[in-house]
């Protein structure tokens, strides 16, 4: 294998830890709040690797893919990362707004370069921006959900399709010595897998905008969008209160359910016949004495019925009644 050069060795050294930076963004290995200054250093690393290329003339805008030198392939990725690193900033709200714009410049940048490869051949959105410019009266037709839906799934699966091409041809890699054809194809893989993210962060993006140009406009020109001056008036709580089984609950509710009664015995007792006890109705019950008497003349008829029968059994023994032939 030939040697490098010196600035071949510095690409290396530049773009190799913002491509590990990447790969722990795909595989979530940090937070994002943890990798803020990498990301600060990874832009001024690949923005140092784009002025290198530049001085290389590593690519020309007059060749295709297959024309493009396969340890140049790997820098072909540089707008891609330099849009994925802008994205992922943390700054103000008013400075965020143009993290996403220079993010869009780098990936629709990435894109262009692929389709002037003829790497891609698809139609870029961003090719009818000018004619809807001239013609700002006709709006972009918008995509359906389903569309959009059947869009998205299509993208995704091509996605693990490449992805899965991708550990095919790295285990190969592993297992024999570094093959050129092997090694190009491995680039070509990657560039096409980014090519599809790109994509989705682009879409991202556009859905991000139009809230961050609202609250930029909304701080530039405080006037066009007053805060509210007084308060909002307050509604006091409503004191909880209880109703009782008295005139105040005959006066809300009526009678209520018919099973409930609306008076006690004693009310009802003195309604109907005063405070007269003369008034009374008689009952029928038996007197308590008459009670006591009559059961008393039970006690002595049961008793006396007993001895009759004592002195009857005396006289008249088990056995001596009928002894009609029995010898």
């Known amino acids: 294998m030939a040697e490098l050069s010196d600035d071949e060795v510095s690409l290396q050294s530049l773009f190799e830890p913002a491509k590990k930076l990447i790969s722990d963004i795909e595989d979530g290995a940090y937070s994002t709040s943890q990798i803020q200054a990498q990301l600060k250093t990874g832009i001024e690393n690949l923005q140092k690797v784009t002025k290198l290329v530049n001085q290389l003339r590593l690519f020309s805008s007059n060749e ?14 540089t707008p891609c990362f330099l849009g994925i690193f802008h994205q992922n ?43 809807e410019d001239a013609n700002p009266v006709k709006e ?18 091509k996605k693990q399709e490449l992805k899965m091409s991708e550990l095919r041809i790295k285990k190969q890699l592993e ?22 993210r790109s994509y989705e962060e682009l879409q991202a993006i556009e859905d991000e905008l139009p809230l961050l140009k609202m609250m930029a406009g909304r701080v530039a020109q405080p006037n066009l969008h007053p805060a509210l001056s007084e308060p909002l008036k307050t509604v006091p709580a409503l004191k909880p209160f209880i ?6 609950q005959r006066q809300v509710f009526g009678l209520g359910y018919p099973g409930v009664p609306v008076m006690s015995v004693d009310e009802w ?10 008034n009374a109705p008689q009952s029928s019950a038996p007197q308590p004495e008459q009670h006591l008497e009559s059961e008393e003349e039970d006690d002595d008829e049961a008793r006396a019925k007993a001895m009759r029968w004592d002195i009857y059994k005396d006289d008249h023994r088990r056995g001596w009644g009928n002894t009609h032939n029995k010898g």
């Not at 109703?243 to 105040?248: C, E, G, L, S, V």
């Not at 007792?269 to 003369?278: L, R």
Request: glycine share 0%; proline share 4%; aromatic share 8%.
């Open 140 to 157: 972009k037709p918008k995509l359906a959900v389903e569309e959009i839906r059947r869009l998205k799934l299509e993208r995704h699966k």
């Open 175 to 196: 297992a024999v010595s570094i093959d050129e054809q092997n090694l190009r194809d491995l680039y070509i893989t990657q560039l096409l897998f980014w090519s599809e």
């Open 243 to 248: 109703i009782t089984r008295d005139a105040q």
């Open 269 to 278: 007792y003195h309604q109907k016949f005063g405070c007269n006890p003369e």
């Open 89 to 131: 900033l943390m700054v103000d709200t008013s400075l965020k707004l143009d993290e996403l714009r220079k993010s869009k410049i780098y990936l629709r940048s990435f894109l262009n370069r692929l389709r002037d490869l003829c790497l891609i051949s698809t139609r870029l959105p961003w090719e009818d921006e000018d004619t």
């Open 64 to 77: 295709q893919i297959e024309d493009v030198p396969t340890s140049s392939l790997p820098y072909l990725l």
